[in-house]
């Protein structure tokens, strides 16, 4: 599986376009995808990364 990028992106910033806001962890494959700007800006305020660290099956 090579292409994949890891980690928090965010995109869909520009006027009149939905926020959308993956995570993806390169180490187990977990991917999270949140839509709408007020679910990102929360979502990001949770810290997703952090968050997913601390249960990560494959740092284990």
Known sequence: ?????????????DRGETPVGDYLCTACL???????????????????ANEHRVRCTART
Do not use: C, Y
């Open 30 to 48: 977990h991917h999270e995808r949140v839509r709408g700007r007020d679910k990102v800006t929360d979502w990001l305020r949770a810290n997703p």
């Open 1 to 13: 599986m090579s292409g994949f990028i890891g980690g928090l992106q965010i995109r869909g910033l």
